[in-house]
């Protein structure tokens, strides 16, 4: 017979407590690989809701500066505030027309730009949330909503004015030197 009082093993309380050990590392991996995996979502919803934002912006600026406050035609969808119903044309100084709306987009609604040949450009299809465009004199003033379909990211807001050209050029500045006395 062999002598069994110099074999070496685990008793059951260390394997017990190697098992918890285990467990508890196994658990804050996972808890972190979840928390980055929700960070990493969040972060490409703002990256996307930043990037439609601003491409909304710069297509309505880009409209509203290649013709003047004459040409717009802004009808408010309620009191002085736009929303995507009422009429919103720009008519751009090669007499070409564009218009603005906001349209239901698969699950959501989507930012809408027409022009007179019947192309459309719809931005932030899904993620737009509200649209909401006041004019406040000579500026038009607006405010995004984009959310998250998702629902796991916060709102994003978007804020901006679109000032038009003004109507006179630049002699209102400056003056000739015949008319300087």
């Given at each position: 017979m062999k002598n069994c009082q110099n074999k070496r093993a685990f008793t059951f309380t260390e394997l017990l407590i190697s098992i918890g050990i285990v467990a508890v590392i196994g658990g804050?991996?996972?808890i972190a690989m979840t928390r980055?995996?929700?960070n990493v979502h969040r972060g490409s919803f703002n990256a996307t809701a930043s990037n439609q934002a601003s491409w909304i912006i710069t297509i309505m600026r880009r409209d509203i500066a290649r013709s003047n406050a004459a040409k717009i035609v802004f009808k408010p969808d309620s009191g002085s505030k736009w929303?995507?119903?009422g009429d919103f044309k720009v008519e751009l100084n090669n007499g070409s027309k564009v218009s603005y709306s906001v349209v239901k987009r698969g699950n959501g609604k989507a930012?809408?730009?027409a022009d007179a040949s019947g192309k459309k450009i719809f931005l932030a299809s899904e993620y737009l949330s509200e649209l909401v465009v006041e004019q406040l004199g000579n500026c038009f003033k607006i405010d995004m909503l984009?959310?998250?379909p998702s629902k796991k990211a916060n709102d994003?807001?978007?804020a901006a004015r679109i000032f038009p050209p003004l109507p006179t050029?630049?002699?209102r500045f400056w003056k000739p030197l015949s008319e300087i006395k």
């Open positions: 804050g991996v996972i980055g995996a929700s929303m995507g119903s930012f809408c730009r984009l959310k998250d994003f807001t978007w050029g630049a002699d």
